[in-house]
């Protein structure tokens, strides 16, 4: 483990192990609902962890002659894996709420409130350790989204833990647990739609007119066709395209128009891997779409 995230997910794997154990105690003990959820929501982190890191290690490894693009989408994999599993999690929990709301037992608020509190620390501490790599890794940011929905069910506990020591009111810990699972829910549906339209190479909203418009700029092109825009992974858009030229355009140009194409679609799409097929009267009146769907 030499680079620095390989090390921050082996930290946060022990760090929730070490949580859910202690979860799954003070759950059973206490008679606290909302707090055994935290356990198995942790339990299921556990392995998004483990996943998560085992995908990471899987995408480091350099492309060959039988994975040509390489193993990036391993992550993206993963990322969709945790999302899916963490809905069907929240899905469970609910559920749960609901039969214990018909069923209402006594609650140790005070043991509920102590295990809460260990476990919102531990997990704002895995928080921090993956928030720095978050925002530009769709795998580690699902991981991230497990801590943050920890932290949120753990609050959740505390306060339903206040409220049945305070006033006794014994149904707010599974209607914490409903408010919680919603708002996780919510997030898993945001990663799984991503995640998918990354797998499905979908477009990631990038405007093909203006593409056309940018490319067409140049004096030795005439027009574009059968345009392919797609999100390899988290931060790799690749194109590609037949482009019509200049009949009269010589062999010698087109390195220099090439490197032309690629400077405006890195800097106005941030396209970073692009293939041109070259064209002179072949599919001339082509559309930008081979079939003319869902065209902007």
Same mark, same amino acid.
């Given at each position: 483990?030499?680079?620095?995230?390989?090390?921050?997910?082996?930290?946060?794997?022990?760090?929730?192990?070490?949580? +859910?154990?202690?979860?799954?105690?003070?759950?059973?003990?206490?008679?606290?609902?909302?707090?055994? =959820?935290?356990?198995?929501?942790?339990?299921?982190?556990?392995?998004?962890?483990?996943?998560?890191?085992?995908?990471?290690?899987?995408?480091?490894?350099? *492309? &060959?002659?039988?994975? +040509?693009?390489?193993?990036?989408?391993?992550?993206?994999?993963?990322?969709?894996?945790?999302?899916?599993? !963490?809905?069907?999690? +929240?899905?469970?929990?609910?559920?749960?709420?609901?039969?214990? !709301? $018909?069923? *209402?037992?006594?609650?140790?608020?005070?043991?509920?409130?102590?295990?809460?509190?260990?476990?919102?620390?531990?997990?704002?501490? =895995?928080? /921090?350790?993956?928030?720095?790599?978050?925002?530009? $890794?769709? $795998?580690?940011?699902?991981?991230?989204?497990?801590? %943050?929905?920890?932290? !949120?069910?753990?609050?959740?506990? @505390?306060?339903?833990?206040?409220?049945?020591?305070?006033?006794?009111?014994?149904?707010?810990?599974?209607?914490?647990?409903?408010?919680?699972?919603?708002?996780?829910?919510?997030?898993?549906?945001?990663?799984?739609? &991503?995640?998918? $339209?990354? !797998?499905?190479?979908?477009? #990631?909203? @990038?405007? %093909?007119?203006?593409?056309?418009?940018?490319?067409?700029?140049?004096?030795?092109? &005439?027009?574009?066709?059968?345009?392919?825009?797609? *999100?390899?992974?988290? =931060?790799?858009?690749?194109?590609?395209?037949?482009?019509?030229?200049? #009949?009269?355009?010589?062999?010698?140009?087109?390195?220099? %128009?090439?490197?032309?194409?690629?400077?405006?679609?890195?800097?106005?799409?941030?396209?970073?891997?692009?293939?041109? *097929?070259?064209? =002179?009267?072949?599919? /001339?009146?082509?559309?930008?779409? #081979?079939?003319?769907?869902?065209?902007?």
């Amino acid at each position: 483990m030499k680079d620095k995230v390989s090390k921050n997910f082996f930290g946060v794997a022990i760090l929730n192990v070490i949580i +859910t154990l202690a979860e799954f105690i003070g759950g059973f003990m206490s008679g606290s609902l909302a707090l055994l =959820s935290d356990a198995v929501h942790n339990l299921g982190d556990v392995g998004a962890i483990i996943l998560s890191f085992v995908a990471h290690l899987v995408g480091k490894k350099k *492309q &060959n002659s039988n994975k +040509t693009f390489g193993y990036k989408r391993a992550e993206i994999i993963a990322a969709f894996v945790n999302a899916f599993i !963490l809905l069907a999690m +929240t899905v469970y929990l609910v559920i749960e709420a609901f039969e214990r !709301l $018909n069923d *209402q037992v006594t609650i140790d608020g005070e043991l509920m409130l102590i295990i809460a509190v260990i476990g919102l620390i531990a997990n704002f501490i =895995s928080m /921090l350790i993956m928030h720095q790599h978050s925002k530009d $890794n769709v $795998n580690i940011k699902s991981v991230f989204l497990h801590m %943050l929905s920890d932290a !949120l069910s753990s609050i959740g506990v @505390i306060i339903a833990a206040i409220l049945i020591n305070v006033y006794h009111i014994m149904w707010v810990d599974a209607a914490i647990t409903v408010i919680v699972s919603v708002v996780l829910a919510y997030e898993a549906i945001k990663i799984l739609k &991503n995640t998918l $339209n990354i !797998l499905m190479e979908s477009n #990631p909203d @990038i405007d %093909l007119k203006k593409v056309e418009s940018d490319l067409c700029q140049f004096e030795l092109i &005439n027009t574009i066709h059968h345009v392919h825009v797609w *999100q390899f992974s988290d =931060s790799e858009i690749m194109l590609d395209a037949h482009v019509n030229v200049n #009949p009269k355009i010589k062999v010698s140009q087109l390195d220099g %128009l090439y490197d032309q194409i690629n400077r405006v679609l890195k800097q106005n799409f941030g396209i970073s891997h692009v293939t041109i *097929q070259v064209e =002179s009267a072949r599919g /001339l009146n082509e559309k930008i779409i #081979p079939h003319g769907e869902n065209e902007k």
